[in-house]
């Protein structure tokens, strides 16, 4: 595609459920990261896929966050029994590899009522 | 731990005038990005410095990057109203497989 699609771009939700949010790369790209962004805040990095893998995890904020990229394209980040505190922007970025500019998606805002 | 600081957090200036956003890291680096973003937007990459003593300029945008000093400003020359927004600074640490760390942003607004 021309860009990184992110979807849903709104995401509202209850408390204690879970959400899948998705990220489609920019074709041919093969280093996807995702980040949260709060309200006034900055970007908080969360995860990184070279290709399928994700090298490091440490930057998700607890276990309940977790997160796949299948045939090195799409990726999904679920969060599992939201909490209020989850609500934020997440934003996914690619790039044609580690350490290049990143295009970033339009994000999806959630909020967990 | 890489840290990313920005200076000023906020800064509002009037049309035509000069003024430079400030960008230190606490570890060294030779990678350094400054990206734009617009309310309600995604941000949008401006410039990527890739060595010491590198300067790159689009428009009224102008970013340069001191290795030495760990030390990246964006300076922006006779402002117009097109130019607010928030501009955020990011340094790869390198090595390892951490994304780029960004700095809290600076929400910049110019007034006619």
């Known amino acids: 595609g021309a860009g990184v699609s992110q979807s849903p771009s709104n995401k509202v939700t209850e408390k204690g459920k879970d959400v899948e949010l998705r990220c489609d790369p920019i074709s041919g790209h093969t280093a996807l990261y995702w980040y949260r962004q709060s309200l006034g805040q900055g970007l908080e990095f969360l995860i990184y896929?070279?290709?399928?893998?994700?090298?490091?995890k440490s930057g998700l904020p607890s276990d309940r966050f977790s997160a796949e990229r299948t045939g090195g394209s799409v990726s999904t980040l679920t969060i599992q029994r939201t909490q209020q505190e989850d609500s934020a922007v997440y934003l996914c970025?690619?790039?044609?590899?580690?350490?290049?500019?990143?295009?970033f998606g339009s994000g999806t805002q959630l909020s967990v009522l | 731990e890489l840290k990313v600081e920005q200076n000023p957090l906020f800064l509002s200036m009037q049309e035509g005038k000069n003024y430079t956003i400030y960008c230190n890291y606490s570890t060294t680096s030779d990678r350094l990005y400054w990206y734009r973003q617009d309310p309600g937007k995604s941000l949008e990459s401006l410039f990527v410095?890739?060595?010491?003593?590198a300067v790159k300029q689009e428009g009224r945008l102008m970013a340069s990057l001191d290795t030495k000093a760990r030390l990246s400003t964006l300076h922006i020359t006779a402002a117009v109203h097109d130019l607010s927004a928030t501009y955020f600074c990011?340094?790869?640490?390198?090595?390892?497989?951490?994304?780029?760390?960004f700095g809290k942003g600076t929400h910049l607004i110019i007034q006619p």
């Open positions: 896929f070279q290709g399928n893998s994700a090298p490091d």
């Open positions: 410095l890739l060595s010491n003593g």
């Open positions: 990011a340094v790869d640490a390198g090595g390892g497989a951490d994304g780029l760390t």
């Open positions: 970025a690619s790039s044609p590899a580690r350490s290049e500019k990143l295009f």
